[in-house]
T-cell receptor, first 111, second 115 residues
């Protein structure tokens, strides 16, 4: 039973445009939602998070939106840069420690 | 943020053998986590390791297959025992970040291939 789903395995965006990565979840008890970025041969790097009591969190070029009624969150990257090309994982936290990850979306930003 | 190192970074092992993966953190942490990422899959939590107590394993993972040690607040090991090709994965350790943020810091991972 996949509690966190990323239905798009890949996304290709032109440099300077907006990248939108989507994530759906099934468990309404999650406390936090997080986005991680992963380059090949490296561990995931934390990008941005949002508490379940909020609907938006912004950090520079990165904004995460949470729609609790739809059990959906999205990560917006504006403007997209070639260095943003990586695999992006959505994760949800339950009981203040355990992280449950989605399967990832590979973002490619081309010039 | 914590700096985490893992050894080895990669290994190729024969089936039936065991491999111990080390995880070192540059600061004292209460909880350490071990994840597995199988090819094309998401990261899956194997177990949570607290210093001075038995590790807590997630459904589908057992201590006999993945024994964990946590001798102090900066170090942990995960052993993959009696390996089969299905154990070929990236194994990652992580630690908690800021309290209440949900954030975890990850090591670079150990890429294991079982032949």
């Amino acid at each position: 039973d996949q509690q966190v789903k990323q239905n798009s395995p890949s996304l290709s965006v032109q440099e300077g445009r907006i990248s939108i990565l989507n994530c759906d979840y099934t468990n309404s008890m999650f406390d936090y939602f997080l986005w991680y970025k992963k380059y090949p041969a490296e561990g995931p790097t934390f990008l941005i998070s949002i508490s379940s009591i909020k609907d938006k969190n912004e950090d520079g070029r990165f904004t995460v939106f949470l729609n609790k009624s739809a059990k959906h969150l999205s990560l917006h990257i504006v403007p997209s840069q070639p260095g943003d090309s990586a695999v992006y994982f959505c994760a949800a936290q339950l009981n203040t420690d355990k992280l449950i990850f989605g399967t990832g979306t590979r973002l490619q930003v081309f010039p | 943020s914590a700096v985490i190192s893992q050894k080895p970074s990669r290994d190729i092992c024969q089936r039936g053998t065991s491999l111990t993966i080390q995880c070192q953190v540059d600061s004292q942490v209460t909880m350490m986590f071990w994840y597995r990422q199988q090819p094309g899959q998401s990261l899956t939590l194997i177990a949570t390791a607290n210093q001075g107590s038995e590790a807590t394993y997630e459904s589908g993972f057992v201590i006999d297959k993945f024994p964990i040690s946590r001798p102090n607040l900066t170090f942990s090991t995960l052993t993959v025992s009696n390996m089969s090709p299905e154990d070929s994965s990236i194994y990652l350790c992580s630690v908690d970040g800021l309290a209440g943020s949900g954030e975890q810091y990850f090591g670079p991972g150990t890429r294991l291939t079982v032949t």
